[in-house]
């Protein structure tokens, strides 16, 4: 760690109880060293970045202040609770932050009990928080504090309202922060994000806010006759110095703020004053994501997960190629998408709130009036889409896999049933690396494949992407899944002619001996170089790209069938009602012999790794296929010596 002014104090501070035995005029040199301490790992390491060095001071604050773990500290979504880590033990480990066998990125129950909900999904914290409220309150726990960290990109969830408007009826002892950077992953936008705004910007308010609130926590402390006349002062207050404040206090939530994120000294008087005012209480404070690091603060977006960069110069470091590298499926995505809509007048793009991420930011630069960021709203998303779709245009809604989960309703009740033409493309599927088992998307062709009137595929590369968009946006087609992993794909040469695929049609890649691998999607391409290498080894197995989950070719299908007594799926989703499954119901249905082997996600969670060790864990890489087709070869051999 670089040298820092003063005498360095992070180093003996290893838990909450460590950092109570200083001063409170060290919490400044302590927040200095914990900034520089997250810049040092994370730049060697990589992981999220911005988003914790934007609220160092609130975490130190926070557990200066609080009884943790007997207070429960919840932080929403995650990415910014590598300060939380350090200070609550795993200061040693965090170098293996994100990696295989390593501790989380996110906030993990089953890794500290400071970790006291897991997260990773946005805008859970004030629902879980109040839960738990409720819960002490039931137990006689009056004394347990219950505080939930959200970030105003967070707050546009209609989880999070619901959370807010529960929590005003119960009167529970629960404090919500309001993380306010105008930041999620992108900038935030909706009118949220403008009252927040109104609110920071507001000179009046903002020239008594610190008075005001100084004044209300030192009435409140005359007793409980006294709550009702200071609620009375401040809402008076408040709506005289600025109309829209009632936004949280028509919930029934007592708000103070906005303060200044990054005055620890102020934040721990604050957090230790209202510890003491009892029921459901919001603190806006004002941060700035990357604070610290110049060029973080400067371009949020791109350092919010930067990789391995130079903590000095602040240069990405990058793997340099000399031979020309595949491309992102999602940057395919995204230009693909504004080649159709530069011919299909009909075409606009959706996505909750990962424009950058799913690269729906290029036909947002291109067509700025024809992409829509919705905020992080996954079933407004969807709702939304269909309500395009209802007036003859043709969404394409971009999600990533595992967050398409908080909108399934909405796809079977808005979407489907209605058979809409809602184009979903899922982003990250199957196993999506460090973030872990809340972000693979290990589902979605066993959630999709289930609802009528829906089409499932996944293409097996940047070319077959393409065409799999060309093909859903024509007339007609109803709802349209196209899956796709995080990563590259396999081609240079990629941007070739459009052509319509038919729907429910595979293909045969080689043909072979006894063995049939029937693939969909990117994991073809294990298959593939499984093939190269079992033929040298005079094993020639046949393999077939499925294309579509559903509807599945038959043709296909029955081909294989009458020729192959062992088949192998592989498939990078769960086992338990994916596509392996659905070969088993195709071969019951039609009363067919032989063995189905399936290779894909176990049923059980999946931790954070890179992806290539994720795959060889499951068992479906090249070389789990390659074993596979290996003990059919010796189990036929050693049958055929045997008769």
Known sequence: MEDTNGPQLLPSINYPADLKQYKEQDLEQICKELRQYIIDVVSVNGGHFAASLGVVEL?????????????????????????HKILTGRKSVFHTNRIFNGISGFPKISESEYDTFGVGHSSTSISAALGMAVASHYKGEKDRQHVAVIGDGAMTAGLAFEGLNHAGIENSNLLVILNDNCMSIDPNVGALKEYLTSITTSKSYNRFRDDISSVLIKLSELGPNAHKFVKKIEKSIKGTLLKQSNLFEALNFRYFGPVDGHDVIRLTQIIRDLKDIPGPKLLHCVTVKGKGFALAEKDQTKWHAPGLFDKITGEIKKTVSEKPQ?????????????????????IVGVTPAMPSGSSMNIMMKAMPQRA???????????????????QGLVPFCNIYSSFMQRAYDQVIHDVAIQDLNVIFCLDRAGLAGADGATHHGAYDLAYMRCIPNMTVSAPMNEEELRNLMFTAQQEDMGPFVIRYPRGQGVLTDWRRPFKAMEIGKGRKICDGEDVAILTIGHVGNFAVEACKELNSEGIHPAHYDLRFAKPLD???LHDVFSRYKYIITVEDGCLQGGVGSAILEFMADHHYQGQVIRLGIPDEFIEHGEQPELWALCGYDTAGIISTVRKIAISRTTKTIAS
Do not use: R
């Open 326 to 346: 595949p491309p992102k499926y999602q940057d395919v995505f995204g230009h693909t998408l504004v080649e159709l809509a530069e011919a299909n007048k009909k």
């Open 372 to 390: 829509f960021d919705v905020g992080i709203a996954e079933q407004h998303a969807v709702t939304f889409s269909a309500g395009l779709a209802t």
């Open 554 to 556: 038959a043709a296909l």
């Open 59 to 83: 975490t130190v604050a926070l557990h200066y202040v609080l009884n943790t773990p007997y207070d429960k500290l919840i932080w929403d979504v995650g990415h910014q609770a590598y300060g």
